[in-house]
Each structure stands twice: as C-alpha cells, then as structure tokens.
C-alpha cells in the first residue's frame, strides 16, 4: 500500500495584501512567534504610488502602531486638538480636546510616512516572508482591499452602495497657520458636498490635506482644473478661512462607496493540498469600506487586526489555527462595530444629500442643538476616539 505524506507548511498564517491593515497583522503575529507569510505583490501599486492622503487615526490605532514602533513622529504627525464642522444653514457643531479632557481628539499622521515606518519594521522581522504570490499555510487573511481579487476568487458577496460623490484629495499651503483645528463643511451649492481642511506638517504648520467630497462631474473639473482656479474655488468654499492657498501636491481622486463583505470567515479551498482544512477571514477594505468623511476606514480595519491577533493569542492551545470556530470568533467581535460605524457615515451622507429645504432646517437645526448637548457630545468624540478597544 502507498501512502501519501505532506510536509507541514511552512507557514502559519499567510497575509494577502501588504497595505497599513496587512502589515500591521503581520508584526503583530510575528510578536506571537507566529510564521508569517505576506503576499506583496509590487503590480498591484499604482506606478506613482505616492499618497496625498493623511489619515486622521484614533487613540487605539496610535496605541497599536506606537507598539509595533511604527508610529509617526515630529512633522508627519499632527494632534488635533478642535474640530470645527459646518452645516450647510449655520448649522454648527465643534469639539475641543480640552473640553473632552484628552490630549488631542485624534491625529493626522502622514500615509507615506506611515507606510514606510511600516514597511521598514516588517523588513526587520525575520519570522516574516515577503513573497510574491500566495503560500499554504493553515490561515489565510485576506487584506487586499476593497477590490481584493482573492475575495472574488471565493465567490464571497460584496454588497456595494456606490454614492454619487467622488473624493478628490490633495495637500495645500495657506497664509494662516491651521493651529491644530480640523474644519469640516457640508454643502449644497453645486450638489452635495462635503469639504475637509485637515492639519497636518505638525503642530506649528501651514499644510493641510484635503479631502473635497463632489459630485464625480465636479471632481472631474476641479481635477483638471488649472492649479489657481482650483485654489480659488477652495478658498470660496472654505470662505477664505486659511487665508491665500496654494496646492503643494498632485490632485488624486477615489470612487466612494459604502460595502460590506457577507461572508467574512470560511473554509480556504487549497490548491496544494486537497485534504486539509485550511481557513480564511477577510480584514480592512476587503471586509467593508465606507464614506471618509468621519475618516474610519483604517481606525476600523486597524481594529479587525487587532481582534484577529488578540483571538490567535488567546486560543485554546489544542485550537489549530485552521478551526474555523477560530475565525468566526474574530468576525463576530467586529460586526457589530463596523455596522455601527457605517450606519453612522451612510447616515450623515444621506442626511446631508438631501436637497429639500424643510431637511436642511432641520438638519442644521439638529447639529446646532447637538452642540449644546455637552455630555451627549462628550460620549460620542468618546466613541469616534476610542474605538477598536483591545
Ligand atoms: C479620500 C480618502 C480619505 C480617507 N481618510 C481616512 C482617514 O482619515 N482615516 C481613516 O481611518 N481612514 C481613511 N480612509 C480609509 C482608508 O484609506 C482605508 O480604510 C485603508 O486604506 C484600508 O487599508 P487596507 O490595508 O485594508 O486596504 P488598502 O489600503 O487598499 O491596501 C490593500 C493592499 O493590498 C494590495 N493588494 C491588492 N490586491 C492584491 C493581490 N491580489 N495580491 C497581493 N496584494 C494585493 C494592494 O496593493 C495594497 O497594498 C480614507 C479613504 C479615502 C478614499
């Protein structure tokens, strides 16, 4: 009689997709002394893959990257220390560090920055293995982001509401130092727009980074737009807050959407072993995106990394890593957080696209009225803040 022998993988867990989400996962189980493969594969970036962007990051997520050494420091991490947001008929609503006795309501910290820090410390981890295409080993987490091709490979259902609204994103200069305040400005006067100024090249800086919700024509024309016309329209619609603008990066726009995987957890179908139960979660974009205009997505896919390391780390010790009791334990920590947190982005987008006039008193009525609720407030910067807890 013949019989058949596999060699035990190699791996422990294999990461599909090194962006914040997959590398953050990866330092974190290599902590555990767990064999980490991670799918980085380098045709997936964009040619100029350098990113205008600036994340503004929650207390829980600076804890996690200040753990893995990864954090920003000096110029690439801004605290923010107000929040000044407007609605589109004197609707006003602010939050002040101070007031919610914290050291600063969130930070924005430099993508670029982020990523390299990132990148340099999974270089120094040697139970890490870049590798270019995808490995056995008995749990695969998917990080790929909201296109992730392995999470269509699976069939998996990715149930997507497209909003009429596209991001454009890019950093500008002003005459007037941002003193650490992020401003925000919902309004109706070309369509539904949502305008973010937020701070950033640190604490005594000019720069901002800009986040301009628009209708996709209009994202189209301010993208093509020549660099001083661009800059005028942001000074109108920011009403000259910053003083005199000028762009000081390239303009990048992203479809927005919100959507969420219906399946998170599973059994993985191996090609290099028919016989073994191998098993699969999905994690960051890949399992849900929303609207940045409350700036979740990473806070949240940070979370999702966070609870499928802290669920390895505290499993029984007889649980292989390929039980998917294991996995479904992760995904029923996460669901209700990531439903919350896009029921309240999906919900202020649509509140705020509403054209009709009797919605917009009301809904500038509510922030105003909002603004005075002070412990109310308190409990929900609370939230936004802390929020994923370990
Ligand atoms: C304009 C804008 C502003 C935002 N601002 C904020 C903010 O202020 N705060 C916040 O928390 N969030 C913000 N977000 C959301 C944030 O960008 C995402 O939530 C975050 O990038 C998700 O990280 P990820 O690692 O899950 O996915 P991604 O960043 O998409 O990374 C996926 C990685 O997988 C790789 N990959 C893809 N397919 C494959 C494959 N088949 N094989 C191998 N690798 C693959 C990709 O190249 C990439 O490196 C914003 C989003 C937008 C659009």
């Known amino acids: 009689m013949r019989t058949m022998t596999t060699s035990p993988p190699r791996f422990d867990v294999c990461i599909r997709g090194a962006g914040i989400v997959g590398r953050s996962l990866a330092l974190m189980l290599a902590s555990q002394r767990l064999r980490v493969a991670l799918v980085h594969n380098p045709s997936n970036l964009p040619a100029d893959h350098s ?15 200040t753990d893995l050494h990864c954090w920003p420091e000096g110029a690439a991490c801004t605290p923010i220390l107000k929040m000044h947001i407007e609605g589109d008929q004197n609707g006003k609503l602010e939050f002040d560090a101070m007031e919610q006795g914290v050291e600063a309501l969130n930070w924005m910290v430099d ?9 340099t410390a999974v270089g120094f981890q040697t139970l890490i293995e870049n590798t270019p295409e995808a490995v056995e080993a008995p749990l695969t987490v998917i990080c790929e982001g ?43 006067t070309h369509g539904p727009e949502i305008l973010a100024f937020l701070p950033i090249g640190g604490e005594a800086s000019h720069e901002w980074a800009i986040v301009w919700s628009l209708t996709p024509t209009r994202a189209e024309e301010l993208l093509n737009a020549d660099e001083a016309d661009f800059c005028q329209q942001l000074f109108k619609a920011s009403e000259g807050i910053a003083g005199h603008l000028d762009l000081i990066s390239e303009r990048a726009v992203w479809p927005l959407q919100l959507a969420r995987a219906k399946q998170w957890t599973g059994k993985m179908p191996s090609p290099f072993t028919s016989n073994q139960v191998r098993a699969f979660a999905l994690a960051g974009d890949a399992a849900h995106a929303m609207h940045p205009l409350a700036g979740q997505g990473l806070n949240i ?13 505290t499993k029984e010790f007889w649980r292989p890593l390929s039980d998917p009791k294991l996995m479904r334990r992760y995904a029923r920590a996460r669901q209700a957080e990531v439903l919350a947190m ?10 705020f696209a509403q054209p009709s006039l009797p919605l917009q008193k009301i809904r500038n009525w509510g922030m105003s009225r909002f603004n005075q609720l002070v412990p109310v407030k308190k409990w929900m910067a609370n939230q936004a803040m802390h929020a994923p807890s370990k």
Not at 342 to 351: F, I, N
Request: aromatic share 6%.
């Open 51 to 65: 990113d205008v962007r600036a994340y503004s990051l929650n207390l829980a997520a600076k804890q996690l990257l």
């Open 111 to 119: 993508v670029p920055t982020l990523e390299n820090n990132l990148s």
């Open 301 to 313: 896919g940070l979370g999702d990394a966070l609870e499928l390391a802290r669920v390895i780390e």
């Open 342 to 351: 896009s029921c309240v982005t999906d919900g202020l987008q649509v509140l």
């Open 146 to 188: 909201r296109a992730s091709q392995t999470r269509a490979e699976l069939g998996i259902q990715f149930d997507v509401k497209h909003y009429a609204q596209h991001a454009l994103a890019c950093r500008i200069h002003s005459t007037l130092a941002h003193g650490q305040v992020a401003r925000q400005w919902f309004q109706n």
